[in-house]
């Protein structure tokens, strides 16, 4: 296969409408990350088809970390850029950027950059993976340095997939009332979503965009329950997207407070998928992720957050195991900072 | 006051997308239902407001048992003509006729007849309820029957009003691994709904249509997990708003089977209000409905549905006060057709 | 085949919600654009297949050039009544009026009129055009008036279809930065939709309302960019619709401004197929259009808009050919005035 030049880039923009938003008027997490994907999916399957005989369509894999640097409101224009910066031979590495235009004062702002993971899946035969037609790199390094980011990833994937097998939904019980505040099951929440075609649109798959907005719906509810304030997306961990949710399932998107710092949230959010159709027994963990959220208040200044409290052993030890990743992400910030 | 002629008719048509239908390709009667309640709460504000000097929003108080007499399929057109029927002091009777065509054989039939009542408030006080101008009727038998039809539904929303206090939400566990197929724990199932702002378009309330297709979405992923096979809404029992639900709150909405029949399957679903925002003391239980199921084959023809399994003794009584309505409904349906 | 009798209309209503207005409230062209489209491919396909033995859908061909004769608010009702007024052997003039109405205030007014120009193309084989059924004309002159518009609209189509073949997506450079305002590289933007299963539902192609609803949104962001005001659709011009767009396409939309008076703007919107999964050579233009915008204070009075910069050659020959478009469009409106 001849290599292509690496031109290919693509741009979506759209206005934020209300139905995007918050009632403080903050565009959901969710709205971006959908948006984000989009034009992931767009570039990921053009490329893949660009010099193949068998059509095919890209499938999310996995996204990288992405953090939310600022919020976005009504009224602004999400510009969503995407760019192929990697391929290995059955995948494709796609890195976006999202810049919040106001249009009406002539401002831009960076708000994300986000890395994520294609697999070309054969439209014929959904269970084939096709090969992808290589890039071209403007500096030799490039190839060398994606390579770097494709090991560390498959090393990351392989590790998450292991421990995943443990995982379980767990129980969310909607009754409220006769919870005490601030606990875990007092702003446990759960939700089912019934597969749309809209849902899937370049293939008999739910684009894994559709998956990521209605997690950070549920991670929200959790994040407001809790502290009854305004709350946006700070950050979401590393997602890995495990197994293709075909259409006519069932999804139970389910999210459980973990860990509290002074000005952050962390919540734990599991994806079930329930072929409801079919005489299966019960249902497969197809995706969990972290999502951090932090409360503002009317000014946009970021609030103290309650401090969680624990009532079991279990909820003890994933509070640890969140503080553990909050003084990661912090260090390696800190690290960041001093680089530049 | 002067009396308004009974001219006031309202038609709202669409064409039925792929979006509102499940995967056998039949609507779902949430999208119905909605529709309906768009002429209803369109044709009831315009009336209301027609010779008042106080501006008001009509809000709906209460459905009528509905009958789906026949599915509708994506690329049919909806045509929902709603009429004023009856005006007391305070409410408005409106009465829905939908009718399905296929625009490309040429044929209509008639698929659904639906009664609503709204109250009109006030727009500047919103506890406020202001006096709605009389309708002139055409034969004047029409007022009587209209008044009694008041009257029935008057005592029926009270009676059900004190039962309502007593109701609470289902602790729903979302865990269905444990559970043995055919029970009522092993299908019931609950969502979460963040009111958007395009749920309250002309006042700062839920408009009933939309909390009713979020219960039909409920009501019909319980029924598919049940029987696994293509299910469609065959009616819904008459359903009371008891309290106006605000922008930004959350709804869970939770559905359990309750009683199945050999061709039918009966469920039972709540609505609670959980104003997230503000402090208060959990949750309200606003809405609560019977929603009435079939299962089809692939020929729309009627399939029989599996017996629910009973494991509790609260369950039991549910599935007698289930049947006993079953029993009732079949006896009103008999005496009708004995009479035409 | 039996002439039909003129009866055939239609009505399409609905609430506008806060997703179909910018943040000043204000109704979205395109979304009336949209709902206009509705109501003509119902009774089009309606009345195509009235008398046919072949199935067919009514695929948009053309609309002419439409004016918005008031901006409309979230809450108002849009009625869409749209009705057949001629056909020749192989096309179907609808004709369509708009009004909205309070109904808070009882009162209604007319918002648009739009004549629409569609296809019946064979469901069995979709290059196939079948034979549209006479209709029968209340008055003999309404034939021949018909038919001095079908022979005009047909002569502009060829010579658009002509021309057409010329045009090329304009290059848009997303990076605004660098470049100066009022210029026109300045406001250019583009936008890229995957088109879904809900916006192609009669036939496999999408609906000329959906492609309608993206081209204002496009030309909604130019102008915003360009005034940074509240800017409402004020018309626009005859669009011809020349390539049928499919399934899995991902359409790219891209707008620019061409010429500004002292109270308007207008803007030439292009989309592009890309058939992604496919192994095609680049993209075709599918539709080309001019939309004109103003610009409003908070008291919805036009303000005035600021010159365009002209940089190029080419820049100054397309706003001469605006300017020519709006002298032209002014001096018709006069007759219209004068002759009333």
């Known amino acids: 296969m001849e290599p292509q030049p690496l031109s290919c880039s693509i741009q979506v923009s759209r206005i934020m409408r209300p139905d995007d938003a918050n009632i403080a008027g903050n565009v959901h997490g969710g709205t971006i990350l959908k948006m984000i994907e989009e034009a992931g999916v767009i570039i990921s399957t053009r490329h893949c088809n660009s010099q193949q005989l068998e059509s095919c369509a890209a499938v999310l894999a996995r996204v990288e970390r992405t953090d939310f640097l600022s919020p976005m409101s009504i009224g602004e224009v999400a510009h969503v850029s995407a760019e192929i910066t990697y391929t290995s ?17 002539g401002k831009k702002r960076l708000t994300n950059r986000a890395t994520l993971w294609y697999v070309p899946v054969s439209l014929k035969s959904v269970d084939k993976v096709v090969e992808v037609p290589p890039i071209k790199y403007l500096r030799t390094e490039q190839e060398e340095e994606g390579r770097k980011r494709y090991d560390a990833q498959k090393l990351e994937r392989m590790e998450n997939k292991q421990k995943n097998g443990d995982w379980m939904l767990p129980a969310i019980d909607t009754d409220r009332k006769s919870k005490e505040p601030y606990t875990v099951r007092y702003s446990q929440s759960s939700l089912i979503h019934l597969v749309s075609p809209s849902d899937c649109v370049l293939h008999g798959f739910v684009q894994g965009g559709v998956t ?15 502290c009854k304030t305004n709350i946006v997306t700070a950050s979401v961990d590393a997602i890995n997207f495990h197994h293709k949710i075909q259409k006519g399932c069932v999804l139970t998107v389910s999210g459980r407070m973990t860990f509290t710092s002074n000005k952050s949230m ?13 005489n299966s027994k019960g249902k497969t963990v197809a995706v969990t992720a972290f999502f951090t959220y932090v409360s503002l208040d ?11 409290k624990i009532e079991t052993e279990d909820e003890k030890k994933r509070f640890e195991e969140g503080e553990s990743r909050y003084q990661q992400t912090k260090a390696k910030r800190l690290a960041q900072a001093q680089q530049q």
């Open 89 to 105: 031979k059955h995948s494709v590495e796609v890195q976006v950027n999202v810049l919040a235009e106001d249009i009406i004062k």
């Open 212 to 226: 990521m907005k209605l997690m950070d719906e549920v991670a929200g509810i959790v994040a407001a329950r809790h």
């Open 266 to 278: 962390e919540i734990e959010v599991f994806v079930d998928i329930d072929p409801v159709l079919e």
């Open 298 to 308: 009317k000014h946009a200044k970021p609030l103290s957050v309650p401090m969680l």
